[in-house]
C-alpha cells in the first residue's frame, strides 16, 4: 500500500517551456504532499508544502511564481515549472503523507528535468 | 531547528558482514525518527521508523535501526549485508513547524557499497 506515483519519470524540453509534473497517491487520500529539489550527490531540499484546497507553503528562497504548485484534489498534486531555463535542470521529488503526523511519507520515483 | 547528520559520505562493507549507517540528529521534543533509501534515478522508499516504544526498530529488507536518547543516534544496522543493498540511505527526523504542519530533514545521504 500507500504508492505515490509520479509523472513524467523524464522530461527534456527547450528553454523558455513550461513543464508540468504530476504526483498523484494511488492508494490513500494525501491530505499533505511535499515537493522536493535534489541536485547530484545532495540530500533533498524541500522546496514546497502542499495542503489541499489551499495556497502552498513555499520554502524560503524558492520562487513561487517560478514552480507553481496546485494540489486541487486528496490524491494529486501538480507542480509547474514555468518558463524553464538550464538552471533549473534537476531531479523532483514528490511525497505524500496521510493526516497522522506519526505516518511515513510516502514518494514518487521523481521527474528527471532537463532543459536544454 | 532541528537537523540531521550523517557523518559517512560512504560506507564499503563485504557482502555477509554487518553493515552500520550512522546517524544522529538534533529537534526540540520527542523526535520522529525515519530511514529511507534511493537507488538510482529512484525516489525514496520508506525502511522503518522509530515513534515510541522500544528501542531497536525492525524494518523492511531486514534492516533495523536502535534509537539511543542519550546519544541522539538512530543508527541503521543489517546483520548480513547483500550486494543488492548497494544504495543512498537517508537519515531523517520529523519535527512541527508550525501551523500544524510537520517537516521532514534529511541528512545529506551515506553511500553504502557492498562489495562482493
Known amino acids: 500500500g500507500a504508492v505515490v506515483s509520479q509523472h513524467p519519470s523524464w522530461v527534456i524540453c527547450k528553454s523558455g517551456t513550461s513543464v508540468k509534473i504530476e504526483c498523484r497517491s494511488l492508494d490513500f487520500q494525501a491530505t499533505t504532499m511535499f515537493w522536493y529539489r535534489q541536485f547530484p550527490k545532495q540530500s533533498l531540499m524541500l522546496m514546497a508544502t502542499?495542503?489541499?484546497?489551499?495556497?502552498?507553503?513555499?520554502e524560503q528562497g524558492v520562487e513561487k511564481d517560478k514552480f507553481l504548485i496546485n494540489h486541487a484534489s486528496l490524491t494529486l498534486s501538480t507542480l509547474t515549472v514555468t518558463s524553464a531555463h538550464p538552471e533549473d535542470s534537476s531531479f523532483y521529488i514528490c511525497?505524500?503523507?496521510?493526516?497522522?503526523?506519526?505516518?511515513?511519507?510516502?514518494f514518487g520515483d521523481g521527474t528527471r528535468l532537463s532543459i536544454l | 531547528a532541528q537537523s540531521v547528520a550523517q557523518p559517512e559520505d560512504q560506507v564499503n562493507v563485504a557482502e555477509g558482514n554487518p553493515l552500520t549507517v550512522k546517524c544522529t540528529y538534533s529537534v526540540s521534543g520527542n523526535p520522529y525518527l525515519f530511514w529511507y533509501v534511493q537507488y538510482p534515478n529512484r525516489g525514496l522508499q520508506f525502511l522503518l521508523k522509530y515513534i515510541t516504544g522500544d528501542n531497536l526498530v525492525k524494518g523492511s529488507y531486514g534492516f533495523e535501526a536502535e534509537f539511543n536518547k542519550s546519544q541522539t543516534s538512530f543508527h541503521l544496522k543489517k546483520p548480513s549485508a547483500l550486494v543488492s543493498d548497494s544504495a543512498l540511505y537517508f537519515c531523517a527526523v520529523r519535527a512541527y513547524s508550525g501551523a500544524g504542519s510537520y517537516q521532514l530533514t534529511f541528512g545529506k545521504g551515506t553511500k553504502l557499497s557492498v562489495i562482493p
Open positions: 502542499s495542503n489541499e484546497g489551499s495556497k502552498a507553503t513555499y
Open positions: 511525497s505524500a503523507r496521510v493526516s497522522a503526523s506519526n505516518q511515513p511519507q510516502h
